[in-house]
């Protein structure tokens, strides 16, 4: 089957670092999607990443491990406007408008 | 007007209403979807446009018809729903060709079925 899992909640204080996991089990696989999503909002993209390794883009940054299923989101310098879902989705493959969603995380940042 | 924009925001209806909730998008983009996101539940894929043409329709109850009359704009029409059907439903679109093409969010259309 189909599987995405990711942590519920997280809390973390403003400034510091915080790494939100994600695993996966699909039959296929497209590359991986992270979204934020604040309360009441559409989400946003923040990243892709279809090879092995960390993909940085400011203070976020994704890492990807096809082997192991694998990803994880690095939110550095954690500003209290950070507090929202993260949503990790995979890409199905063969089909690239078809994405397999996780719950989301809800980060709070804490001043 | 830039992006996704979605219409009405926020919608109560009655379980024997008829109503349509609108999206339309200033981008571009020639795939538009439709999706459910209900709490504690991943997002649901509804439907897939392509280039006007439905391309996915993911066992998506009769009482929900989509209609894409061009590729600026989508239509969920909605009629004799039920409670459970009380949710946010969101349009996206993105430029269907090539891999990793992200998709832009509307904000939304909070539905409640009373």
């Known amino acids: 089957g189909q599987n995405i899992d990711q942590p519920t909640e997280m809390t973390a204080t403003e400034g510091a670092i915080v790494q939100i996991n994600c695993t996966y089990q699909t039959s296929g696989f497209n590359g991986l999607f992270w979204y934020q999503q604040h309360a009441g909002e559409a989400p946003t993209f923040l990243s892709y990443?279809?090879l092995d390794g960390l993909e940085e883009k400011g203070r976020f940054s994704s890492f990807l491990s096809r082997s192991k299923g694998y990803s994880y989101l690095l939110l550095k310098e954690l500003q209290m406007k950070d507090s929202a879902s993260y949503l990790c989705?995979?890409?199905?493959?063969?089909?690239?408008?078809?994405?397999?969603w996780g719950l989301g995380t809800s980060l709070a940042v804490n001043p | 007007e830039t992006g996704v924009t979605q219409t009405p925001r926020h919608l109560v209806m009655g379980m024997t209403n008829k109503k349509s909730l609108k999206c339309e998008q200033h981008?571009?983009?020639?795939?538009m979807y439709w999706y459910k996101q209900s709490a504690k539940k991943p997002l649901e894929l509804m439907f897939v446009?392509?280039?006007?043409?439905?391309?996915e329709n993911n066992s998506v109850p009769s009482r929900f018809s989509p209609e894409c009359p061009n590729s600026s704009h989508l239509f969920l029409h909605l009629h004799t729903l039920q409670p459970e059907d009380s949710a946010l439903y969101l349009c996206a679109s993105s430029q269907d060709e090539g891999e990793g093409t992200e998709a832009f969010f509307g904000q939304g259309t909070r539905l409640t079925v009373v």
């Open positions: 446009y392509s280039l006007e043409e439905r391309v």
């Open positions: 981008l571009g983009h020639n795939a």
């Open positions: 989705a995979v890409m199905h493959a063969g089909n690239n408008r078809k994405l397999i």
């Open positions: 990443n279809v």
